[in-house]
């Protein structure tokens, strides 16, 4: 079966696995684990920050330094496509007390005047406009990115406006072997950084929330409150030093593989539009009397996977575990539903 679901469903390399097995490991709840200790330390200095912490998701992450950042009553500043908003179970409700106030950009991405016009007047009726959180790249806006040029401005207005500023970089090295720009622009520009290392870098657990020290000594704690104080979590983390150091170049290729299978689809009937493809995310419509279940039914019986994003509308994403041969399959199976 050829999965394109989602690049969380890679399984470890050969490497990775025999990274994972000569990990030295202790209790990490202690400080006590010497790769999770690694790990922690490889991307902080990555991004040019005193500290960072491991965690089991990217949600963690993402919620965690919501937490750190606000107060009840305050509120969050993020595009209506934000996986915050979408695929965390509104935790930042939930964990934090906290409102989110919504702005509709294009593709996932907002500007630095739309951010402006969103922050609230200081009103007792109005919670406190407080945090701005990014996404790159952007899931839901199909792997839509920003340029350091684009987030400066965006840097600048939170620093004039007392506003923190977040980045989940779920699939940040996706964008950064596109742009060129390095993690530690990156960091200049972010308070904080969620990067996650379970989609395109292939390892089977885990992100890291970076910053400065005490910041995340608050993380820390909030980890352990959230249930994600892990053990000898050197093993995974031995996956995740892998994945760093393996299989970050390797990225141009997923997203060169979803550029050749947008170029397909432009082409076929059945398709009413394709939205930009950017990098390993590529989101597509079908025409009217199409339903995605009906078209993903059809791929199934090809052996293909994929997942539905609205009535009308699939995913696909390319992975480590997608191969040229399994592309050849794929660009053939969309070729057949054409005739």
């Given at each position: 079966m050829?999965?394109?679901?989602?690049?969380?469903?890679?399984?470890?390399?050969?490497?990775?696995?025999?990274?994972?097995?000569?990990?030295?490991?202790?209790?990490?709840?202690?400080?006590?684990?010497?790769?999770?200790?690694?790990?922690?330390?490889?991307?902080?200095?990555?991004?040019?920050?005193?500290?960072?912490?491991?965690?089991?998701?990217?949600?963690?992450?993402?919620?965690?330094?919501?937490?750190?950042?606000?107060?009840?009553?305050?509120?969050?500043?993020?595009?209506?496509?934000?996986?915050?908003?979408?695929?965390?179970?509104?935790?930042?409700?939930?964990?934090?007390?906290?409102?989110?106030?919504?702005?509709?950009?294009?593709?996932?991405?907002?500007?630095?005047?739309?951010?402006?016009?969103a922050?609230?007047?200081?009103?007792?009726?109005?919670?406190?406009?407080?945090?701005?959180?990014?996404?790159?790249?952007?899931?839901?806006?199909?792997?839509?990115?920003y340029?350091?040029?684009?987030?400066?401005?965006?840097?600048?207005l939170?620093?004039?406006?007392?506003?923190?500023?977040?980045l989940?970089?779920?699939?940040?090295?996706?964008?950064?072997?596109?742009?060129?720009?390095?993690?530690?622009?990156?960091?200049?520009?972010?308070?904080?950084?969620?990067?996650?290392?379970?989609?395109?870098?292939?390892?089977?657990?885990?992100?890291?929330?970076?910053?400065?020290?005490?910041?995340?000594?608050?993380?820390?704690?909030?980890?352990?409150?959230?249930?994600?104080?892990?053990?000898?979590?050197?093993?995974?983390?031995?996956?995740?030093?892998?994945?760093?150091?393996?299989?970050?170049?390797?990225?141009?290729?997923d997203?060169?593989?979803a550029?050749?299978?947008?170029?397909?689809?432009?082409?076929?009937?059945?398709?009413?539009?394709?939205?930009?493809?950017?990098?390993?995310?590529?989101?597509?419509?079908?025409?009217?009397?199409?339903?995605?279940?009906?078209?993903?039914?059809?791929?199934?019986?090809?052996?293909?996977?994929?997942s539905?994003?609205?009535?009308?509308?699939?995913?696909?994403?390319?992975?480590?575990?997608?191969?040229?041969?399994?592309?050849?399959?794929?660009?053939?199976?969309?070729?057949?539903?054409?005739?």
């Amino acid at each position: 079966m050829i999965n394109l679901i989602s690049d969380t469903v890679t399984k470890p390399t050969p490497g990775m696995l025999e990274a994972m097995m000569q990990a030295e490991v202790g209790d990490d709840v202690f400080g006590e684990d010497p790769t999770v200790n690694a790990l922690e330390a490889k991307v902080a200095d990555l991004f040019g920050k005193e500290a960072a912490l491991y965690c089991p998701s990217g949600t963690m992450t993402n919620q965690i330094a919501i937490k750190v950042h606000t107060q009840p009553l305050d509120e969050v500043i993020c595009d209506e496509y934000s996986h915050i908003y979408q695929y965390e179970t509104a935790g930042y409700a939930y964990n934090s007390g906290v409102g989110i106030n919504l702005i509709k950009g294009t593709n996932g991405k907002i500007t630095a005047e739309q951010i402006a016009a969103a922050i609230k007047p200081r009103y007792d009726w109005l919670p406190i406009s407080r945090l701005v959180v990014l996404e790159n790249t952007c899931n839901k806006g199909g792997g839509s990115y920003y340029r350091l040029e684009e987030i400066r401005p965006i840097q600048a207005l939170c620093r004039e406006k007392g506003l923190a500023l977040h980045l989940d970089g779920a699939r940040l090295f996706n964008a950064l072997v596109e742009t060129g720009e390095t993690t530690q622009e990156v960091g200049e520009v972010f308070d904080s950084v969620s990067l996650c290392l379970s989609k395109g870098l292939g390892a089977p657990v885990g992100s890291v929330l970076v910053g400065q020290k005490e910041f995340i000594q608050q993380a820390r704690r909030l980890r352990k409150v959230m249930g994600g104080g892990m053990r000898q979590a050197g093993y995974l983390a031995a996956a995740c030093i892998y994945a760093l150091d393996h299989h970050v170049d390797r990225l141009r290729e997923d997203n060169e593989r979803a550029r050749r299978i947008g170029e397909v689809l432009h082409g076929l009937n059945y398709v009413e539009s394709v939205r930009p493809v950017q990098s390993n995310i590529l989101i597509f419509d079908l025409k009217p009397g199409r339903t995605a279940a009906a078209f993903l039914e059809q791929l199934e019986e090809r052996e293909i996977s994929a997942s539905a994003f609205g009535h009308q509308t699939v995913r696909f994403v390319t992975h480590l575990d997608f191969t040229e041969a399994m592309m050849d399959k794929v660009l053939t199976a969309l070729q057949e539903l054409d005739n």
